[in-house]
């Protein structure tokens, strides 16, 4: 018998258009320069009046903010910057009563080392919570090198004096990483997530999740490892038992309710990826890539039109048939979407967001749009390293120095690629602060504040904002760009990004210019007769079946019976 093939079944989570909020820097309801769920809970009628249909909120439980609530200490409590739980159930009421679903961020590969397990854990070997973290006794010699993302010498084991042992971190120093090998640490994750669902949440974007399953006995790394993203990913991630753990929490937590959970990376390889959200597997719902966001190499190396068609489309043919994946161009851990994709000059700016935001929604997979990219907000670009907030960016600064690096092309490195590029406060007036907070930020405003904000665009019906309302309706109203095949049309084309969406009878065609020019695209016979769905310039010229796009031209074209 034929495999069902799951990627067409419908499922109200692959409907979703999903818009990320980074709570830090969204909108401050009591003027102490921090974002909080006041603030977000002020600005409900706005979300949605962005067309998009559910959200995620990016880590608000209590925490000593070493990585900006991504290091944990209380899993049942909210942040004091960021408020209280009365504000937590007002929150999700408000995106509710408003028909918009709300994902949580679930941080359960590390804590942070204020959270009460790890203080026990490191207070005596025999504490009880000794187990619940990886610990290597001091007296069994060095432990085996592993990689820590943000450790100021790169190393994941920290020595711990009081017992005489290392605990691992793979991101700081703050963030000791959970031992999932522990039934007990495991059963203690899932009550988390009941607590939360009962609380209405409606999907886990699961953090950092391709690394919770480690070889505990730590062995050495095969010789030639070096400490670039694949190879730390393929020796890092995707433990032994990450599957067992993944259908246990599946058992006993995601299949319970209608919720669906994200895995943030997806280890090495499509085989890999296709293990965690195949819908015979019974483990998560969706991927989340990174291949997108990581095409091309550093500003030495930056990638061509080639490579962001080829990277986006071979993920989509592999998940053509079986499983779903997320569609992204930014979040809070990478420069902004139109710094990144497009051309965030002053005169590109607003076509080339537009564009990117063209892409976003009318893909096939589930789109999540940063907060900012309506408006087309862009990178803040620091020169200095003072400017930075990020414990990235610090400790990075810090280990290039110890390592000798070429300081000036770091800093040029980091004021391209650092995260807070993507955190700067949102802009929403040409007030102080851009109407964030009344009090200073606690990250610097991008300057240019005054021209790009939320309410000068809504007075101006051709802006990225309402172009963006454009394009969620659209989506939300022509399952044609949800469940629609792909294809490719003039692949080998240089300068236009075009494909083809196709669902029963009905055929679109979206053309993408990914240039400051003009350029020429030559329509395919069945679509020399279109109506246009979408489009970010005011007119399309045709001449003889051929379009002739302008700079960052997008548009969606439906194909006329
Ligand atoms: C991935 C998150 O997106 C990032 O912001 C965080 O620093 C690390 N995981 C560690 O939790």
Not at 52 to 70: E, I, M
Not at 168 to 176: D, E, I, R, T, V
Not at 356 to 377: A, H, I, K, S, V
Request: hydrophobic share 35%; with cysteine.
């Amino acid at each position: 018998m034929a495999k069902s093939k799951t990627s067409s079944s419908k499922k109200w989570w692959k409907e979703q258009i999903i818009y990320q909020i980074y709570p830090r820097s969204f909108f401050d309801s009591d003027g102490d320069g921090i974002g909080d769920l006041k603030g977000i809970i002020e600005k409900l009628d706005y979300i949605k009046s962005l067309g998009v249909t559910a959200v995620w909120v990016n880590p608000f439980y209590a925490s000593p903010n070493d990585d900006n609530g991504y290091d944990i200490s209380d899993y049942r409590k909210i942040m004091d910057e960021f408020g209280n739980m009365d504000d937590f159930n007002e929150m999700i009421k408000g995106f509710h009563d408003r028909d918009i679903k709300f994902v949580m961020d679930l941080v359960v590969n590390h804590t942070s080392d204020e959270h009460e397990w790890f203080k026990q854990s490191r207070s005596s070997r025999y504490n009880l919570y000794r187990d619940y973290y990886h610990w290597w006794p001091a007296e069994n010699g060095k432990p085996n090198y592993r990689f820590s993302y943000f450790d100021e010498k790169g190393d994941a084991w920290k020595y711990d004096a009081h017992t005489d042992a290392y605990y691992l971190h793979y991101f700081s120093a703050k963030q000791p990483d959970l031992n999932w090998e522990n039934p007990e640490v495991r059963r203690e994750i899932y009550d988390i997530m009941h607590f939360w669902v009962k609380k209405g949440v409606d999907g886990f974007r699961l953090d950092a999740f391709q690394f919770i399953s480690k070889d505990t006995s730590f062995p050495p790394f095969p010789k030639g490892y070096q400490n670039n993203v694949v190879d730390v990913i393929k020796h890092h991630g995707m433990g032994p038992t990450l599957h067992d753990h993944i259908r246990e929490m599946n058992k006993e937590v995601l299949s319970k309710y209608e919720v669906f959970a994200v895995s943030e990376g997806v280890g090495s390889s499509f085989e890999d990826a296709h293990s965690l959200v195949d819908e015979d597997r019974n483990e998560l719902q969706m991927v989340y890539h990174f291949e997108g966001v990581e095409v091309g190499n550093g500003l030495d190396d930056p990638h061509t039109l080639a490579d962001f068609k080829q990277v986006h489309s071979k993920w989509e043919a592999s998940f053509k048939d079986n499983g779903w994946i997320s569609i992204f161009l930014a979040n809070h851990d990478v420069p902004r979407m139109v710094s990144r994709f497009g051309n965030d000059s002053d005169e590109f700016r607003v076509a080339s967001s537009k564009m990117l935001n063209t892409f976003l929604l009318t893909m096939r997979g589930t789109p999540y749009c940063y907060f900012g990219d309506e408006l087309g907000m862009k990178n803040i670009y620091f020169q200095h390293i003072s400017e930075y907030q990020d414990i990235a960016a610090k400790n990075g600064y810090k280990k290039a120095l110890s390592e000798g690096r070429d300081m000036k092309k770091f800093m040029q490195n980091l004021s391209f690629y650092s995260r807070d590029n993507s955190r700067t406060p949102m802009q929403w007036d040409n007030s102080e602060h851009a109407g964030f907070s009344s009090d200073l930020p606690w990250i610097a405003v991008n300057q240019d504040y005054k021209e790009v904000n939320v309410a000068a665009q809504e007075t101006c019906p051709d802006s990225v904002l309402n172009h963006f309302r454009q394009l969620t309706s659209l989506r939300t109203n022509n399952p044609v760009l949800i469940y629609g095949t792909y294809q490719q049309v003039d692949k080998d084309n240089p300068e236009v990004y075009a494909y083809s969406r196709t669902l029963d009878s009905q055929v679109w065609l979206v053309l993408l210019s990914f240039v400051e020019t003009d350029s020429i695209f030559q329509l395919p016979d069945n679509m020399q007769s279109f109506e246009i769905q979408g489009n970010n310039y005011s007119e399309l010229r045709i001449n003889d079946g051929r379009a002739k796009l302008k700079a960052y031209q997008a548009v969606v074209l439906s194909q006329k019976g």
